[in-house]
C-alpha cells in the first residue's frame, strides 16, 4: 500500500498525480495552519507557508500548533509538523509579514491561494487583487466558531471589495454579509454569537473554536481538489456555510 491508496474511490490514480504537482500558497498559518496539515494528508504536497507571526497560547484553542511551539515562528513550527507527516513533501516558509513593499514577490507560480491574512490593513484586498491579475484561483476561510464560512475568489470574478473596501472591522462586515444570506436556525445562532460579541464592547479578539477551524480546513481542502482537477464550484458572491451546530 502506498501513502495515499486509502484514498482510492474518492480520487483517481490521475487525480492524485494533479494534486501532487499543484502549488499552493497558504497566506498567514493561524486558520492556514489547519487548512495546510488536511490538503497535505490529501496529496497536496507543494506549499508554500507564509506567516510573521509566533505561537501564543492562546492560538491552542483552534490552530494546529503544540505547546511547545509557543514563541516560535509559526511558519517553522507547522513546516516541522507537515514534514513529520511526509518528509517528502516540498514546503517552503517564509517568516515574515506581507507588505505592499514585498507582495509581489510572493506571488509567484502559485496554482491556488489561501488567502488568511489578518485584515488590519489594505495588504488582503492587494493579495487578491494580484492574485486575479495571475489568473491565481483564491480561498477566504473564516471561524465561526460552530462553523465556518470559505469565499472563493476567482480571477475573472468579484472580489471582496464588494463587500467592503476598508479593512477596519472588515471581519464584522463578513460576518453581516453572512447573515443577510442565512435563514431559520442557522442565522439565529450566528446572529446569537454576533450580539453577545457586541455586548463586549468588542475589546476582545473575536472568539473562535477549533470546530470552525477543521470545518474550514475540510472544506477548502476539498475546493482544492476540486479546483485542481476541474471540478466545478460555488464563487463569490455566492459562498460555503458549514456548521456543526444544528
Not at 471540478?231 to 456548521?243: G, N
Request: aromatic letters at 10%; glycine letters at 6%.
Amino acid at each position: 500500500m502506498n501513502r495515499y491508496s486509502r484514498n482510492s474511490l474518492y480520487i483517481s490514480e490521475a487525480e492524485q498525480a494533479r494534486l501532487k504537482s499543484t502549488q499552493i500558497l497558504i497566506a498567514g498559518c493561524g486558520i492556514g495552519s489547519n487548512i495546510a496539515e488536511c490538503s497535505l494528508r490529501l496529496g497536496f504536497e507543494n506549499l508554500c507557508l507564509i506567516d510573521g507571526d509566533t505561537v501564543e497560547l492562546s492560538n491552542l484553542n483552534r490552530q494546529n500548533y503544540h505547546s511547545y511551539d509557543i514563541a516560535h515562528y509559526k511558519a517553522e513550527a507547522l513546516e516541522d509538523r507537515l514534514k513529520k507527516i511526509n518528509p517528502e513533501a516540498n514546503i517552503k516558509i517564509m517568516s515574515s509579514y506581507i507588505t505592499n513593499d514585498n507582495i509581489d514577490t510572493f506571488i509567484q507560480r502559485q496554482t491556488i491561494a489561501i488567502n488568511a491574512l489578518d485584515f488590519t490593513s489594505s495588504v488582503p484586498f492587494l493579495f487578491d487583487t494580484l492574485c486575479q491579475e495571475r489568473s491565481i484561483p483564491i480561498l477566504h476561510p473564516y471561524n465561526f466558531g460552530w462553523g465556518a464560512l470559505i469565499f472563493v475568489v476567482l480571477p475573472n470574478g468579484q472580489n471582496l471589495t464588494t463587500i467592503s473596501s476598508d479593512p477596519i472591522g472588515f471581519e464584522k462586515k463578513v460576518a453581516a454579509y453572512l447573515l443577510n444570506h442565512l435563514k431559520g436556525k442557522q442565522k439565529e445562532w450566528v446572529s446569537s454569537i454576533l450580539d453577545r460579541y457586541e455586548k463586549t464592547g468588542s475589546n476582545i479578539p473575536p472568539p473562535q473554536l477549533a470546530v470552525g477551524s477543521w470545518l474550514a480546513a475540510g472544506a477548502c481542502t476539498n475546493l482544492l481538489y476540486n479546483i485542481a482537477v476541474n471540478k466545478p464550484i460555488r464563487s463569490f458572491p455566492d459562498f460555503y456555510f458549514l456548521t456543526a451546530n444544528e
